[in-house]
């Protein structure tokens, strides 16, 4: 069996995929490549689980190699011990995550309640869902009120069709 690393990969692609010289060929080649190798890491990573589900289902060995379950560890409090064990300090650190307070609260109840807190410094932090505006206001008025805004997200590299002549 071959094993190989980055390197050895680099290699032996660059050798069947030669890099040009040019930089925008060779930024070109390099989002290519990239695209192309992420494309493929899929294909074996889902070979990878295919194969370790075969091995875990037919309860395969090897002289050579083992499955091992890897793990990871957080850690987390035990609110019901807490609660029991230590019953005042659990009041003074228990608190509803802030994604459980929006499942359970109303935007609207949560607005309030901060505007009731910080007044009118509230409306530095004013927000609008674009989906329940949506909602409220048909087209044309709705374009009154939205606005695109264009977020730039890296650069890509094109063919030109046809080369410039200078």
Do not use: W
């Not at 689980?49 to 091995?55: A, F, L, M, P």
């Not at 909602?135 to 080369?163: D, N």
């Amino acid at each position: 069996m071959t094993i190989f690393n980055a390197d050895e990969i680099r290699a032996a692609l660059e050798t069947a995929f030669p890099v040009p010289m040019d930089e925008y060929e060779d930024a070109f080649y390099c989002q290519q490549m990239a695209g192309s190798l992420n494309d493929l890491a899929k294909v074996y990573k889902r070979r990878f689980n295919e194969t370790v589900d075969e091995i875990k289902a037919g309860g395969l060995l090897s002289e050579d190699f083992v499955l091992v379950q890897e793990e990871s560890r957080k850690k987390e409090v035990d609110i019901k011990a807490l609660r029991n064990g230590l019953p005042d300090l659990f009041q003074e650190v228990v608190h509803v995550t802030t994604s459980d307070a929006a499942k359970l609260l109303s935007n609207r109840f949560i607005y309030e309640a901060v505007k009731k807190k910080i007044g009118d410094r509230i409306t530095d932090y004013d927000a609008v869902n674009v989906d329940d505006l949506e909602a409220r206001l048909p087209e044309p008025e709705l374009s009154a009120y939205m606005k695109i805004i264009t977020i730039p997200k890296g650069y890509v590299v094109k063919r030109v069709s046809q080369r410039r002549r200078n």
